[in-house]
């Protein structure tokens, strides 16, 4: 992870092209491919909590994407530029050249479509008086009362039900 460091800083140090291949590489990396998933998870990378990230299109990954996803496009970063390959996955030649077209501006057109933006979820905010008046009423009820039986992840599950209930039936 050092060595993938001082690289990295001394090419962001240098600017230039040398900066520009690092982002460019990386919205490779977060491109779809011709399926729709994109290449950071298809490398075969330990994959951070074991989960694909929720994410479908990042312009920026290196600067908005969380601390975890960070860390593995940084070292598809280090072995697509700078041959420093992870021993779990090294990268297969065909992603090398599919970087190599992106890199050119001749990748095929998946790569450059844009995905139909999220629709915001809406969220039903209420006066304060009424949050009161709903957190009363959890205080107040029998299933409250049975709370103290319960200890750790059990109760903290039982309060987020009551709270669940309250929100959603008040």
């Known amino acids: 992870m050092l060595q993938i460091a001082s690289l990295m800083r001394e090419a962001i140090g240098k600017g230039g092209s040398e900066f520009e291949r690092i982002e460019t590489a990386s919205r490779f ?13 298809s490398l075969g990378l330990p994959l951070p ?24 496009t940084i070292a598809a970063i280090a072995d697509l530029l700078f041959g420093v390959a992870s021993k779990a ?15 050119r501006g001749t990748a095929p057109e998946y790569h450059r479509a844009s995905l139909p933006p999220r629709a915001a979820s809406v969220i039903k905010l209420r006066a304060e008086t009424e949050y009161r008046q ?6 107040g009820s029998q299933d409250w009362k049975a709370l103290p039986s ?7 599950r039982a309060i987020g039900k009551l709270m669940h209930r309250a929100l959603n039936n008040g």
């Not at 709903?134 to 205080?139: H, K, Q, S, T, V």
Request: charged share 20%; hydrophobic share 40%.
């Open 49 to 72: 909590y074991g989960q694909r990230p929720l994410v479908t299109a990042v312009t920026s990954p290196l600067t908005s994407l969380p601390p975890a996803w960070r860390a593995v």
């Open 150 to 156: 319960k200890e750790g992840r059990a109760r903290n």
């Open 134 to 139: 709903l957190a009363r009423g959890i205080i």
């Open 89 to 103: 996955a090294p990268l297969s030649p065909s992603v090398r050249e599919a970087f190599r077209q992106f890199e």
């Open 29 to 41: 990396l977060w491109s779809p491919r011709p399926e729709g998933m994109q290449y950071i998870v």
